[in-house]
Structure formats: structure tokens, C-alpha cells
């Protein structure tokens, strides 16, 4: 009789084996699978309600932070004191939609460690801290806010830097969104009217939307054509109504139609000063895509700028326009192919400002302990020299005069040396993307701003760079130098 | 092993309880209260007082069975009273008072069986047999009805039983108990009748098969199990019953021919079964594709899936996972539950734990000299191990879900009363065979 109860044993320990393969595929194989599956509401859940860090700006203003949640003692909310003109730069990390900004990028630190697991154990026996730790932002509060506020809904973005350091200073977005609309219980709703709104004020048109910066971008020709020698301030250039492409029956004009001059000759200063199209045209295709393009590489264009979050690379792409002189001379005043976020353009004035090295932009400025103790200090190292110091002095020159007298007089601020370019590139539908870069004192420049519009019909279509992002550029300035607006 | 060594396991169990208890207290942020004391303290009179009850009245019984039990009920319990905390439930401190009363009446089983030996439930197996069919068929009294005796449905099954005492009512499921008392006749109807029911001369290819007349036992518990599924609806106790008949004939005769017929009349009671029945149908929906039907069949499977893929490894953590959302997890899916938190670190201590307990049971079988014991060990411990992997089968998508509890770990008193007492049964059978 043990016979057959021997063969139903083996029979039962091979039940028990399957059952262990079953258990071994579902929590071991295909676990993987199965806790990222969207139905699967745990993994979110348990992050759900735990306290986060802080995020600060550099002059402590708290722009997030949890806080215990009145109805359940245990958990946490987490609040957004800031609100919108902080939105793109913090982000949010809702269980419901996804994270973004900050809060996505320093997910891990600013996540509270206290899991409850053995690994707590192990982290307590090491002595290091289970408690969330908190980031502070090199960020400006009442900068942010003004910025912000000026681009007054309307779609666009602003960005400024320290040229010394690469400290984003304020890093604006419009239109924007209360991030706290995206935690509670109806942040699908609110995520799908975001979605739906045609102005799309999830896109961060600081750091994350690139456009064509119009004739801001001669700032990056004239630095190519004074490092080359290709041309200096004084060089004298044809003054014609159109400038003809080469190879095509195609032209550029100029802004109002004419000549920029006298219809003989202009210089190089004379044009940078009134923004002529045709001579950067002409510039343009005299320096070549390759001297232009290494410029622009070290002022950040074509490089992946390491920031918190992924930026779109700006364009300027010289294998195409060396094949290519009409391109070439479309590019010459950035229109074309060439593309750049606010950040890159603030950097290319930041780099002048800099004296011709190229600042890494950086957003982060430490990270602290629930305490309050320094775990970790950020600098950027520069992305490297763009320019020879006396290229970046002479552009200085230059971009003081569009200032003083040239298309940016709209961004001057009495007692204080304000250098700048503007810039209004084609937009969708024949609309313009209005640009001005500006950085000051230019004695000894703390702050380079990038203003940019997106074209919109609110807009309108008569509006340019010097007329509707200059005067945005020289209240900024006035604000950060003077603590009033 | 010495029974001091089992007093030992059963003290590291119950500090396994409590153990789990403040742990769950601590991740809901609770203070670690009296709920950890008092159910350390329960655990060591139950199990405690049970091996008690064994040095007393079954010394030789073998020390290896109540340590891998009480570490299952552990096991089971904080994830009871974890799932109370989260479902605003109070089923821990009711399976506190039923491991108490489960205790107690093993233990009672334990003494009457050291005056009367184990031989008592062959020589009466007709009255076992009467007491267990009716044990079967309460639960088909009406539920409306003057006498404080009902039936009770409750998920669309006919299981229950309750019993108004008055001034509060008691429900159970007869059927828990009844497993035992056939398992019992039948040990002792084959260990009578072995001899004639091994005459198998028949062959169809090289399958054995018995004499027409000898199948009648079979067909007659065929009958009862369909019996069961078509009046109460219950497709987890009726393919129990069958399955545990069918593999203790074959263990009694070593005739192959029992398992074909056996497998072919299962095979057939199933198809119909499934053609006949919403409810089958409904189960095997959710086997087969239950993240197809997530919204209504599949929704308690794949939520099991989900809670035991999450868990991973090593698990949420005791507390910390959120095991409430899969329906029913304290009683059919108590094993995802373990799984979640315990991770599979928790799920394959459970396998092994319940591996042991079965080897040992199979042991006592094998180690039997007596055909009656022999046969009584070897049909409870089939019993428990067809319940356990039915229903972790189910869990695991490796057959359709029976709605079985899980022995030891589910919320249930009366599965709690059969299977301690199935478990001092297999002691008792343990300690006369050592005499």
C-alpha cells in the first residue's frame, strides 16, 4: 500500500513544485510587468501622502513643501505656495498624471527614505538620515514673479542668468498652471483640460520649446566674423533694398522695406546697431556655416545642455547650410533652420557679458538636510570660451549702441549701462516670435536676460523684439540692480 | 526532535504573532499596543495548551507537525489583523476566540481518543458517515424558518449554517468538519473492504480496472460531490470531497483504473458543470483571461496578481502594502495577501512550510502499520494538500478559483476547528503507531 501513496506523494510535491514556478514567474519574472501595470494603483499609492523636501529659492521663499494633512494626521499634502509663475521650474509629482520639473528630477531626494522596510534598518544602523532632504534653487523669487507677470499671459518665455556663475536667476513660462491642480482627487480632469487648452500651458517655453531667434542671433554672427577676422567694426558693406540668395531668385529685405543706410555702404557696427538684414546676410555667407557654427557650438548651440531636466538642443545645423549659401544666408539673421530655447539665447548674452566664456546654466544651488545642514553644494564649470576676450569687448560696444540708439532703446534704464540685441523671427502664419537679449552693468554685468514671445494673433503681427520684449528686458534689469521695478 | 524542541517552535511562532502585530501597528503609525501582547499570549495558550494536550494524551506522537501549523496560523493572522486596520473590520479578535475554541476542542478530540484510540472511528464509521452527510446537507435548511437552525447563503454559495442562540447568532460551515468524518469512513470502509476492491482484472490497454460493482463507492461519492455543487453551489468542497475519495481509493487498491475513472467522471461532472452553471463559467472567465475582464470576472484575480507582483521579493513590507484591495483577502486570497507584504520571501516560506507539514503527514502514513491508520493519515493529509493547492492554485492562475480557504492562515473559525482537530488526528495516528 506505501506503493501507491508514494506515487501520490511524488504527485503532491509536484503540485507544490508548480505552485513554487507559478509564485517564482509571478513575483520574480513578470513582477516587473505586473507592478507597472496601469491598473495597478499600488506603486503610485505608496508614494501617495509621504512627506518631501522643501524647495527653496536662493532668498527663501518656499516654493513647495508638504505639509500634514488635516483630515489623516499620517500623510501628507503637498502645497505650491508659489503657484504658477513658479510651475515649470518646480514641477510637480502627482500620483495620478506623472512628475515633471524638479519635483521629478529630484525625485529621489527630495522622497522621504522611511519605507518602513529592512532597508530603513540598514540606512538608521548607517547613520545616515531617512528623512526627505530639500533642495534649494538659485532661482530669484521676486525676479521669477516679475518676469512672470510681464509676459502677462500671453505665450511666451523669459530666462535670466548670473554671467559670472550660469545661476538661472528666473526661468519664466506662460501661460502657466497651478501645479496644485494636479494632486488632488480631480488631477485627471484638470490634467486633461491642461492637455486640451490650445495655448498649452504645460509646454515651458523657457528651457523646453526652441524657436528661431530671428535677428538676435547676429550677436553669434558678429562674434564669428570679429574672432575670424572676417570683418571688424568698421568694415564697410553694401547698403542694398534686398539682398539676393545665392542660387535662388529669392531675397532678404530689411525691417521697414529699405535700406538700412545710405544705399551705399554700412558698417558692420552700423549694422548690428539698426539690425540690417542684408549685410548678416551677406556676413553670413562671407565667414562660412563652419566658423559660424563653431561659435555658436560653444555658446551652446548643437550641445546638450546638462540641466535638471532634458533641454532641446538649439539648432544651427552647419552641415546643411555649408551645401547650402541661401540657407546660409537665411541663417545669417536666425531664421531658417536655426532654433534656440530663452536659455540658449541668455546664455549667448551671458557669454559676451562673461567676457567671451560660455557659463553652464544651473538651477540647483544645494541640497540640504531636514535640518538644515549643507549635503551637497552645486557650481557649474564653464561650457568654455566662445569668443576672445576682445571679441566679447567689442560686441559689448556693439550691444551697448543697439541699446543707446539702435532697435533695443526701448530697454534702457537710466544710470545703468544696459547692453542688448533684439530679434522677431517668422513665426506660424506669418506671425512673429519677438526676442530681445540683454545683460547689464556692462561696466560689470551680474544679470543676461532672454525675452521671447511666441507669436500669438493677441500679439498681433506689427509686434517686434524692440518694441515688446525690450522694455521687459530693461524693467528685469532695473528690478535685479536697483530692488525696484 | 524532542516535544521540548516542538514546545520551542511553538513559543518562536507565537513571537512570530506578536512579532507581526506591533510590526503592522508600527507601519500604520499606531502604537504598539495590547493587540501584540494579547495575541502572543493567545497564541501560546492555544497552540501552547495543545501541546499540552500531546504530552498528556499522544507523547509519541511525532513532535514535528505543531510548530510548521501554529507558524501558518501566524502567518495568517497578522495578515487578518492587518486586513482588519485597513477594512475597518474586527475578524482578528474573532479568530482569537476561535484558535481558543479550535485549541480546546482538539485537545478535548486528543483526550476522548486516549481512552478510545483512533480505532473508535472505524468501528462507528456509519454513524461518522450519517453525522457527516447530515453535517453536509445543513446548510440546504431553509433561511427562513422558525427553527433557530438556518441555512445561509452569502456570495452566491450555500455553505453556511446559523445557529441563533438567542442573544447573538453563530455561522459555520458544517462542511469544514464533515471532510473529516468521511475522510474517516472511508479509511475505514476500504481498510474493510481493500481486499475485494483490489480485485482488478480487468485491462483496458495496460490500465487495471475494477469489477463493475466494485466502482459503486465511487459513483456513489461522485453523486454526493455534484450534489453539492448543483444544491450549494460550492464548486471548492465538492471537488475537495471527489478528489480526496478518488486518491485514497487508488492509495488503498494501487489500482490505476480508480484515477481514470475518477479523473474521467471529474472531467465530465466539470464540462457539465461549466455548461450548466453561471457561476463556473464565471470562474473560468477569470482564470483563463482575467486582466480581459478586469472590470467585473477578473477584477479579484488580477488584483491578486497585481498585490503578489508588487510585493516582489521581500515584499511591502508587514502593514505597509495595500492588500485591501483585493476582494476577500482575509479568507480565499489570504496567500496574495502574504504575498504583497511578505513578498515572495513570504510566499515560498508558506509553500514550505505547508511542504513540511504534508511530508510529515505523508510520514505517518508511510510509517503505518495498521491499514486503517495508515489509510485515515494518508486521506487527511491528501485532504490538506489538494485544499491547499486548489486554493493557491486559484491564486496563482494555475487552475480555476475553487473559493476553498487556505487551511490555518484564512479568517474562518470552523476551517480553524476541522483542521486542528485533522491535525491531532494525524498526531494521535502518530503516537499509537510509536507504541
Given at each position: 500500500?506505501?506503493?501507491?501513496?508514494?506515487?501520490?506523494?511524488?504527485?503532491?510535491?509536484?503540485?507544490?513544485?508548480?505552485?513554487?514556478?507559478?509564485?517564482?514567474?509571478?513575483?520574480?519574472?513578470?513582477?516587473?510587468?505586473?507592478?507597472?501595470?496601469?491598473?495597478?494603483?499600488?506603486?503610485?499609492?505608496?508614494?501617495?501622502?509621504?512627506?518631501?523636501?522643501?524647495?527653496?529659492?536662493?532668498?527663501?521663499t518656499v516654493v513647495a513643501r508638504s505639509v500634514e494633512d488635516p483630515d489623516d494626521p499620517r500623510s501628507f499634502v503637498r502645497e505650491y505656495p508659489e503657484g504658477e509663475a513658479f510651475a515649470h521650474v518646480v514641477g510637480y509629482s502627482s500620483f495620478l498624471v506623472g512628475s515633471a520639473g524638479l519635483e521629478s528630477a529630484y525625485a529621489q531626494e527630495l522622497r522621504s527614505k522611511r519605507d518602513l522596510t529592512i532597508s530603513d534598518l540598514v540606512t538608521v544602523i548607517l547613520g545616515r538620515d531617512l528623512r526627505p532632504q530639500s533642495l534649494e534653487i538659485t532661482t530669484h523669487s521676486a525676479l521669477q514673479r516679475a518676469a512672470y507677470e510681464a509676459l502677462g499671459g500671453l505665450k511666451g518665455g523669459i530666462v535670466a542668468l548670473d554671467p559670472r556663475t550660469g545661476a538661472v536667476l528666473a526661468a519664466a513660462s506662460s501661460p502657466s498652471f497651478d501645479p496644485a491642480l494636479l494632486l488632488g482627487a480631480d488631477a485627471a480632469a484638470a490634467w486633461e483640460e491642461l492637455l486640451a487648452d490650445p495655448d498649452g500651458p504645460l509646454l515651458d517655453r523657457a528651457t523646453r520649446?526652441?524657436?528661431?531667434?530671428?535677428?538676435?542671433?547676429?550677436?553669434?554672427?558678429?562674434?564669428?566674423?570679429?574672432?575670424?577676422?572676417?570683418?571688424?567694426?568698421?568694415?564697410?558693406?553694401?547698403?542694398?533694398?534686398?539682398?539676393?540668395?545665392?542660387?535662388?531668385?529669392?531675397?532678404?529685405?530689411?525691417a521697414g522695406g529699405g535700406v538700412c543706410n545710405n544705399g551705399e555702404s554700412i558698417t558692420l557696427l552700423q549694422a548690428f546697431i539698426v539690425s540690417c538684414n542684408t549685410t548678416f546676410a551677406d556676413l553670413s555667407v562671407r565667414i562660412g556655416a563652419e566658423d559660424i557654427g563653431i561659435t555658436a557650438q560653444a555658446l551652446g548651440f548643437n550641445t546638450e545642455i546638462p540641466f535638471p531636466w532634458t533641454v532641446p538642443e538649439a539648432a544651427y545645423p552647419v552641415e546643411t547650410l555649408a551645401e547650402d549659401p541661401a540657407a546660409l544666408a537665411q541663417s545669417g539673421i536666425g531664421e531658417r533652420d536655426v532654433r534656440a530655447a530663452p536659455l540658449h539665447?541668455?546664455?549667448?548674452?551671458?557669454?559676451?557679458?562673461?567676457?567671451?566664456?560660455?557659463?553652464?546654466?544651473?538651477?540647483?544651488?544645494?541640497?540640504?538636510?531636514?535640518?538644515?545642514?549643507?549635503?551637497?553644494?552645486?557650481?557649474?564649470?564653464?561650457?568654455?570660451?566662445?569668443?576672445?576676450?576682445?571679441?566679447?569687448?567689442?560686441?559689448?560696444?556693439?550691444?551697448?549702441?543697439?541699446?543707446?540708439?539702435?532697435?533695443?532703446?526701448?530697454?534702457?534704464?537710466?544710470?545703468i549701462r544696459v547692453a542688448g540685441k533684439s530679434g522677431t523671427s517668422m513665426g506660424p502664419e506669418g506671425l512673429p516670435n519677438p526676442w530681445f537679449i540683454a545683460f547689464a552693468p556692462v561696466e560689470d554685468p551680474t544679470i543676461a536676460v532672454a525675452v521671447m514671445f511666441e507669436a500669438s494673433s493677441e500679439l498681433g503681427e506689427s509686434a517686434s523684439g524692440g518694441g515688446v520684449a525690450a522694455p521687459i528686458a530693461g524693467d528685469l534689469i532695473r528690478l535685479w540692480l536697483e530692488g525696484s521695478p | 526532535m524532542t516535544r521540548n524542541s516542538e514546545a520551542a517552535t511553538i513559543v518562536a511562532a507565537s513571537i512570530l504573532a506578536g512579532f507581526g502585530v506591533a510590526l503592522v501597528n508600527f507601519a500604520q503609525d499606531r502604537s504598539v499596543d495590547a493587540q501584540t501582547a494579547l495575541t502572543f499570549l493567545v497564541f501560546l495558550i492555544a497552540f501552547g495548551g495543545l501541546h499540552l494536550a500531546v504530552r498528556a494524551f499522544a507523547p509519541r506522537a511525532t513532535?514535528?507537525?505543531?510548530?510548521?501549523?501554529?507558524?501558518?496560523?501566524?502567518?495568517?493572522?497578522?495578515?487578518?489583523?492587518?486586513?482588519?486596520?485597513?477594512?475597518?473590520?474586527?475578524?482578528?479578535?474573532?479568530?482569537?476566540?476561535w484558535m481558543l475554541i479550535a485549541a480546546g476542542l482538539a485537545a478535548v478530540t486528543l483526550l476522548l481518543l486516549n481512552r478510545t484510540t483512533i480505532s473508535i472511528l472505524r468501528r462507528y464509521r456509519n454513524i461518522t458517515l450519517l453525522i457527516s452527510l447530515a453535517l453536509v446537507l445543513l446548510p440546504n435548511l431553509p433561511s427562513e424558518w422558525g427553527f433557530p437552525l438556518r441555512g445561509l447563503e452569502v456570495n452566491?454559495?450555500?455553505?453556511?449554517?446559523?445557529?441563533?442562540?438567542?442573544?447573538?447568532?453563530?455561522?459555520?460551515?458544517p462542511?469544514?468538519?464533515?471532510?473529516?468524518?468521511?475522510?474517516?469512513?472511508?479509511?475505514?470502509?476500504?481498510?474493510?473492504?481493500?481486499?475485494?476492491?483490489?480485485?482488478?482484472?480487468?485491462?483496458?490497454?495496460?490500465?487495471?480496472?475494477?469489477?463493475?460493482?466494485?466502482?459503486?463507492?465511487?459513483?456513489?461519492?461522485?453523486?454526493?460531490?455534484?450534489?453539492?455543487?448543483?444544491?450549494?453551489?460550492?464548486?471548492?468542497?465538492?471537488?475537495?470531497?471527489?478528489?480526496?475519495?478518488?486518491?485514497?481509493?487508488?492509495?488503498?487498491?494501487?489500482?490505476?483504473?480508480?484515477?481514470?475513472?475518477?479523473?474521467?467522471?471529474?472531467?465530465?461532472?466539470?464540462?457539465?458543470?461549466?455548461?450548466?452553471?453561471?457561476?463556473?463559467?464565471?470562474?473560468?472567465?477569470?482564470?483563463?483571461?482575467?486582466?480581459?475582464?478586469?472590470?467585473?470576472?477578473?477584477?479579484?484575480?488580477?488584483q491578486g496578481l497585481f498585490a503578489m507582483g508588487t510585493g516582489s521579493l521581500s515584499g511591502a513590507g508587514p502593514g505597509l502594502g495595500r492588500p485591501d484591495l483585493i476582494p476577500n483577502a482575509s479568507t480565499d486570497f489570504i496567500f496574495a495577501a502574504v504575498g504583497e507584504e511578505l513578498g515572495f520571501a513570504?510566499?515560498?516560506?508558506?509553500?514550505?512550510?505547508?511542504?513540511?507539514?504534508?511530508?510529515?503527514?505523508?510520514?505517518?502514513?508511510?510509517?503505518?502499520?495498521?491499514?486503517?491508520?495508515?489509510?485515515?493519515?494518508?486521506?487527511?493529509?491528501?485532504?490538506?494538500?489538494?485544499?491547499?493547492?486548489?486554493?493557491?492554485?486559484?491564486?496563482?492562475?494555475?487552475?480555476?478559483?475553487?473559493?476553498?480557504?487556505?487551511?490555518?492562515?484564512?479568517?474562518?473559525?470552523?476551517?480553524?476547528?476541522?483542521?486542528?482537530?485533522?491535525?491531532?488526528?494525524?498526531?494521535?495516528?502518530?503516537h499509537e503507531e510509536a507504541t
Open positions: 500500500m506505501n506503493g501507491p501513496v508514494r506515487r501520490l506523494s511524488i504527485g503532491i510535491f509536484s503540485g507544490f513544485f508548480v505552485l513554487l514556478l507559478a509564485v517564482t514567474w509571478i513575483q520574480v519574472i513578470h513582477a516587473d510587468t505586473l507592478k507597472a501595470d496601469p491598473r495597478n494603483s499600488r506603486p503610485a499609492l505608496s508614494e501617495r501622502g509621504k512627506e518631501r523636501g522643501l524647495l527653496v529659492t536662493i532668498d527663501g520649446e526652441i524657436y528661431p531667434p530671428g535677428s538676435s542671433f547676429k550677436t553669434v554672427v558678429a562674434a564669428a566674423a570679429l574672432d575670424t577676422g572676417a570683418a571688424d567694426l568698421n568694415t564697410e558693406f553694401p547698403d542694398p533694398v534686398e539682398f539676393p540668395l545665392p542660387g535662388s531668385t529669392a531675397t532678404i529685405s530689411n539665447m541668455a546664455m549667448v548674452a551671458a557669454a559676451v557679458a562673461n567676457q567671451g566664456v560660455t557659463p553652464a546654466p544651473y538651477l540647483l544651488n544645494r541640497i540640504f538636510d531636514a535640518d538644515g545642514n549643507t549635503l551637497e553644494e552645486f557650481e557649474s564649470t564653464p561650457l568654455g570660451r566662445a569668443m576672445a576676450p576682445a571679441t566679447a569687448s567689442l560686441l559689448t560696444q556693439m550691444m551697448e549702441r543697439v541699446v543707446t540708439e539702435g532697435t533695443g532703446r526701448a530697454a534702457a534704464v537710466p544710470g | 513532535p514535528l507537525l505543531l510548530g510548521p501549523v501554529t507558524a501558518l496560523t501566524a502567518l495568517g493572522f497578522f495578515e487578518i489583523y492587518r486586513l482588519d486596520i485597513a477594512l475597518g473590520q474586527d475578524r482578528a479578535s474573532f479568530q482569537r476566540w452566491g454559495s450555500r455553505l453556511w449554517v446559523l445557529l441563533d442562540i438567542g442573544f447573538t447568532t453563530l455561522q459555520f460551515q462542511a469544514e468538519l464533515a471532510k473529516l468524518g468521511l475522510v474517516a469512513y472511508v479509511a475505514g470502509y476500504l481498510a474493510d473492504h481493500q481486499r475485494a476492491l483490489r480485485e482488478a482484472r480487468r485491462h483496458i490497454g495496460p490500465i487495471r480496472f475494477p469489477e463493475p460493482r466494485q466502482l459503486i463507492p465511487l459513483l456513489v461519492t461522485w453523486g454526493m460531490s455534484v450534489l453539492i455543487l448543483i444544491s450549494q453551489r460550492d464548486l471548492g468542497a465538492s471537488l475537495l470531497l471527489f478528489v480526496g475519495f478518488v486518491l485514497l481509493l487508488y492509495a488503498a487498491t494501487g489500482t490505476t483504473g480508480y484515477l481514470v475513472a475518477g479523473g474521467f467522471l471529474g472531467v465530465v461532472a466539470g464540462v457539465a458543470s461549466y455548461l450548466a452553471f453561471d457561476h463556473v463559467q464565471r470562474r473560468v472567465i477569470a482564470w483563463l483571461a482575467p486582466f480581459q475582464h478586469y472590470e467585473d470576472e477578473g477584477f479579484q484575480i488580477a513570504g510566499t515560498v516560506s508558506v509553500l514550505a512550510l505547508f511542504a513540511l507539514v504534508v511530508a510529515v503527514g505523508l510520514g505517518i502514513a508511510f510509517r503505518s502499520r495498521d491499514t486503517f491508520r495508515k489509510l485515515l493519515a494518508a486521506g487527511l493529509t491528501f485532504v490538506l494538500a489538494v485544499q491547499t493547492i486548489l486554493i493557491i492554485g486559484g491564486i496563482v492562475r494555475l487552475v480555476p478559483l475553487t473559493g476553498i480557504t487556505l487551511p490555518f492562515m484564512s479568517y474562518g473559525g470552523s476551517a480553524l476547528i476541522g483542521n486542528l482537530i485533522l491535525v491531532v488526528l494525524l498526531l494521535r495516528i502518530s
